[in-house]
């Protein structure tokens, strides 16, 4: 399985960001899907989680704000991003909780 990543981008404080995350391979439907990122000079940190029954789960930071989705028919994860924040910068990866695969990452830059 290989996971990529994008939709990140530079936005400014307030706006809306949707990141993507795609999935090759047969093993997406089967796992819980995550969301995490790292700030320079920071340790990487969990943003948000959807089980396979759908539940989700967030970070105190962003809960409220984002929003953690999947479509199994295009073996996608989103996480939709709103009323975005400068503290929200960072690079933005997805993992696959079932094999443990990450994804490249992408850079999310909120500007004050």
């Known amino acids: 399985v290989q996971l990529q990543a994008s939709g990140g981008g530079l936005v400014q404080a307030g706006g809306s960001l949707r990141l993507s995350c795609v999935a090759s391979g047969d093993r997406f439907r089967d796992s819980a899907v995550g969301w995490y990122r790292q700030a320079p000079g920071m340790p990487r940190e969990w943003v948000a989680s959807?089980?396979?029954?759908?539940?989700?789960n967030y970070a105190d930071s962003v809960k409220g704000r984002f929003a953690i989705s999947r479509d199994n028919a295009k073996n996608t994860a989103y996480l939709e991003m709103n009323n975005l924040k400068p503290e929200d910068t960072a690079v933005y990866y997805c993992r696959l909780f079932k094999c443990d695969t990450w994804g490249q990452g992408t850079q999310v830059t909120v500007s004050s």
């Open positions: 959807r089980v396979l029954g759908g539940a989700t």
